[in-house]
C-alpha cells in the first residue's frame, strides 16, 4: 500500500558488480571470511570450504577480505582466487578491524544467504550444511553456538559468558553464543544493517530492529592451529557503551523523543520534590527559602527541559538519517499479496 | 577519478591569505625551480580573503604574458584548506603540489617532495635546520608533543605548507578551515604512505612570528577536532559517555555523602552551596552522556552512505584458469569512500 519511502532505495553495489563485469546470476550462497595476519590459514580454508560445499550441490562464492595483512595473506589469497574463480577476493588498504571486514564481506557478497566464518580455522567449514537446512526452516538469521569451545577458560570463557547474559538481557536478543562468527544471514535483510564501529559481535541483536526470526544451531570448534589470538579480556566498558548504543538505536527507531522523555522522568521527580520541599520549608516571614533544596530542584527541572530538547533534536536527525522503520519491516515481512520491492 | 587530466603535469597549488611575499618575486622564484625539475607544470593561486586588487593584477598580467597561471579568487575569508579544496578543483595533474604564498623552504628544494613521491602517496616537507627563537621553538615543541599526544601519529612540522601529493589523496580526504595543516594525518589515518622530506628554510621565514591570542585559541580548537574526529568519529558515545559517565559518578558520590552528613551526622546543608555542585554534576553528566547517545544516532542513521573502510582492490577472476579478470582484473575499483572523509567535509 501507499508509494515506496523515498529512502527505500537498497544499497546494492554486489549487483551492479554482477550488472557491471558480467558475472553470472548471484549464487545461492556466499560464505564470507575476513583474514587478518592468517598467511597459514587461508590455503586449508580455502580447501576446507570447498570440500564441505561442493558435495550438497549448489552455487556458491568465496568472499575472502583481507584486512590489511603484513604478512603474506594477500599474495596467498590473490592466488587462490587465480585458480578458483568462485572466490571473491577485497583487499582493504589498512588494518580496519573485524567488523568492516565483516561489512565489507556483506556488502561484496551476491549471495541468498551469506555465511560468515573466521579465518582462523576455529569453525568448521563442513558445519554449513546443517546452517542452509536451518535457513531453509525459514529462519532469517541461525547463529552457531560452540557448545565445546576449546580456548582458555578465566580469559575467554567466562568474560564471554558474562557478555552474553548481558547482551541478552539488554537487548532482548537471547543467544547463548554472541562471539560465534559462524553464523547465517539472510542476504537482503543484513545488507540493509547498519555495521560499523565494533559491532560484528551484535549483529543478531541490531538485527533485532528488523524483528528476525533467530535460530541457535551447536558448532563444532577446533584449538587454534595457527597464528595468534587477537583478542584480549580489556573489553567490558567498550562491550557496555557499545550495548547502550544497541538498546538505543534500537528503540530509536520507534521513538527518539520518547526514549529521552523516559531518560527525564527521574530528573524531573527529583527536582519538582526538591522546589516543592524548598518552598514548604519556607516559613511565613521568613526572608529566606531553603537556597540548597530550591536550588537544586531549579537544576534538576532545567535539565529535563534540557533532555527534551535533546529529544526532540533526536526526532530531527532520525527523520533526515536513511534508516526507515519501514524498510526493516518490509525486510521480514511476510504477505500473500504479490508485492513489489522497491528498485 | 574524475577529470581528464594528463599524467605528467604538475598542479602547484599556492593559495594567498593574509601572509604573503611580494607575488611576483614569489612566481619567479617557483618558475625557477619548477622549470629546473623539467617536467610540465602549472600554477594555481587562490586568493583568499577580501578582494587582493593588486596580487590579482599582476598574476593577470603574468598569465596574460602566457604564464600557466589560473587565478581564483574567494568573495571572502574561507580558511587554507578550503582554498586549497577550490584550487584542487582546477587542477589538471595527476600530482599536486602544494606551496605557501611566501617563501617558506628554498625553491631548489621543492624537487626533493616531487622525489619522495616514488614511495609515498604524500610527501610532508620539513623546516629543517630550522632557524627560530626560543619561544617560537618551545611553541612549536609543545604543539607538536600535544598533537602526537593526542592523535598518536608523529609529525615534525605541520607549519610548513611545501607538500606533494597523488592525486587520489585530495579526491579521498576532504577538509575544511585550517585543517590543511593535519591533512598528513589524516591521509595517513586513510591508510595512504606518508613520507617526511627535510627541506632548507628560506632566509625569508626566518623572522618571528608573533600570534594574537585568537590564534592560539583556534589552533587548540583545532587540535581537538582533529582529537575527535581520529579517534571517536565512529563512536561518539566513547568519549562523551566517559566524560559524562566520570561527572555523573562524581556528582552521585558527593551527593551520597551529603546524604549521608546531613541524615546521620545532622550536618547542616542549607549554608554552603556543595548540595548545588552533586546537582550540577549529576545533571551534567546526565546531558554529556545523552549528547553521545544523539551522536550515535546521527552514526547509525548515516552509516550506510559512510563506509567505515576503503577498499584497495577487489580480484576476481572469471572462468577456469582464464586471464580475463573481474572486477578490473586486480586493478583499482570499488573504491569506497571512508567516514573520515565524509565527515570532515561537513
Known amino acids: 500500500m501507499g508509494k515506496p519511502s523515498a529512502y527505500a532505495k537498497l544499497p546494492r553495489p554486489a549487483l551492479r558488480l554482477t550488472e557491471k563485469f558480467g558475472l553470472p546470476a548471484p549464487p545461492k550462497l556466499s560464505v564470507i571470511v575476513p583474514f587478518y595476519n592468517e598467511e597459514d590459514s587461508i590455503g586449508p580454508m580455502h580447501a576446507a570450504i570447498v570440500a564441505a560445499l561442493d558435495p550438497l550441490g549448489i552455487a556458491y562464492e568465496m568472499v575472502f577480505v583481507d584486512d590489511g595483512s603484513r604478512d603474506a595473506t594477500a599474495q596467498r589469497t590473490e592466488e587462490i582466487a587465480r585458480r578458483d574463480p568462485r572466490v571473491r577476493f577485497v583487499k582493504f588498504r589498512r588494518n580496519y578491524g573485524q567488523t568492516a571486514a565483516m561489512a565489507a564481506g556483506i556488502e561484496y557478497a551476491t549471495g541468498e544467504i551469506l555465511v560468515t566464518m573466521d579465518g582462523d580455522l576455529q569453525n568448521d567449514p563442513a558445519d554449513i550444511e546443517l546452517f542452509l537446512d536451518k535457513m531453509a526452516e525459514g529462519y532469517d538469521i541461525v547463529v552457531g553456538w560452540r557448545h565445546k569451545r576449546q580456548d582458555k577458560l578465566v580469559s575467554r570463557k567466562i568474560p564471554s559468558k558474562i557478555a552474553n547474559w548481558l547482551i541478552g538481557k539488554v537487548t532482548g536478543v537471547q543467544i547463548t553464543d554472541n562471539g560465534c562468527s559462524l553464523k547465517a544471514f539472510r542476504g537482503s535483510l543484513i545488507k540493509r544493517i547498519p555495521l560499523y564501529s565494533e559491532m560484528h559481535r551484535f549483529i543478531p541483536a541490531i538485527a533485532s530492529i528488523a524483528g528476525p526470526r533467530i535460530a541457535e544451531i551447536k558448532v563444532r570448534h577446533h584449538a587454534r592451529q595457527f597464528g595468534s589470538s587477537k ?59 531553603s537556597l540548597p533544596l530550591t536550588g537544586t530542584g531549579i537544576i534538576f527541572l532545567g535539565a529535563s527541559v534540557m533532555l527534551l530538547a535533546s529529544g526532540t533534536l533526536g526526532e530531527l536527525i532520525y527523520r533526515l538519517g536513511d534508516v526507515r522503520p519501514e524498510d526493516f519491516a518490509r525486510l521480514t515481512m511476510k504477505s500473500n499479496a504479490s508485492h513489489k520491492v522497491p528498485k | 577519478m574524475t577529470h581528464a587530466h594528463s599524467l605528467s603535469l604538475v598542479s602547484v597549488i599556492v593559495p594567498v591569505g593574509e601572509r604573503k611575499s611580494p607575488i611576483g618575486a614569489l612566481y619567479a622564484e617557483y618558475k625557477a625551480a619548477l622549470s629546473t625539475l623539467g617536467i610540465p607544470y602549472e600554477l594555481i593561486f587562490v586568493l583568499d580573503g577580501p578582494p587582493q586588487p593588486a596580487v590579482e593584477g599582476v598574476l593577470a598580467q603574468l598569465a596574460a604574458h602566457g604564464e600557466p597561471i589560473t587565478i581564483v579568487s574567494l568573495a571572502r575569508y574561507f580558511g587554507e584548506a578550503t582554498a586549497l579544496m577550490i584550487g584542487f578543483e582546477h587542477a589538471m595533474g595527476s600530482v599536486i603540489l602544494t606551496l605557501p604564498a611566501y617563501l617558506q623552504v628554498e625553491g631548489g628544494e621543492i624537487g626533493k617532495l616531487l622525489a619522495a613521491l616514488g614511495e609515498a602517496d604524500l610527501a610532508v616537507g620539513y623546516r629543517e635546520p630550522r632557524e627560530s627563537s626560543w619561544f617560537q621553538s618551545l611553541r612549536q615543541l609543545a604543539y607538536h608533543g600535544l598533537l ?40 595517513e589515518r586513510q591508510g595512504f604512505r606518508v613520507k617526511q622530506v627535510a627541506l632548507r628554510q628560506s632566509k625569508g621565514d626566518r623572522h ?39 561527572m555523573g559518578a562524581l556528582g552521585l558520590l558527593e551527593m551520597l555523602y551529603l546524604i549521608v552528613d546531613r541524615i546521620f551526622f545532622h550536618a547542616p546543608l542549607a549554608d554552603r552551596p556543595a548540595i548545588l555542585l552533586a546537582s550540577l554534576l549529576i545533571v551534567l553528566g546526565v546531558q554529556v552522556f545523552a549528547l553521545g547517545l544523539l551522536g550515535e544516532l546521527i552514526i547509525f542513521t548515516h552509516a550506510a552512505e559512510h563506509k567505515d573502510y576503503k577498499v584497495d582492490r577487489v580480484i576476481q577472476y572469471a572462468g577456469a584458469g582464464g586471464e580475463r579478470a573481474a572486477p578490473g582484473g586486480g586493478l583499482r575499483s570499488g573504491e569506497k569512500s571512508d567516514v573520515v572523509s565524509s565527515s570532515l567535509s561537513g
Open chain 1, 231 to 289: 583478542y584480549g579480556l580489556s573489553r567490558i566498558y567498550k562491550v557496555l557503551l557499545d550495548l547502550m548504543v544497541i538498546k538505543t538505536v534500537a528503540s530509536f527507531t520507534s521513538r527518539p523523543l520518547l526514549w529521552f522523555a523516559l531518560l527525564c522522568w527521574p530528573l524531573m521527580i527529583i527536582g519538582s520534590v526538591a522546589l516543592i520541599g524548598g518552598l514548604f520549608a519556607a516559613q511565613p516571614g521568613d526572608a529566606g527559602m
Open chain 2, 148 to 187: 602526537r599526544f593526542v592523535t598518536r601519529l608523529s609529525f615534525r612540522d605541520l607549519g610548513c605548507n611545501a607538500r606533494a601529493f597523488n592525486r587520489k589523496v585530495l579526491e579521498e580526504v576532504h577538509l575544511y578551515g585550517d585543517q590543511q595543516r593535519f591533512l598528513p594525518l589524516l591521509a
Open chain 2, 208 to 246: 618571528a612570528e608573533t600570534y594574537r591570542p585568537r590564534t592560539y585559541t583556534r589552533g587548540l580548537i583545532d587540535i581537538f577536532t582533529v582529537f575527535f574526529l581520529v579517534r571517536f568519529t565512529k563512536k561518539p558515545l566513547r568519549f562523551f559517555g566517559m566524560i559524562g559517565v566520570a
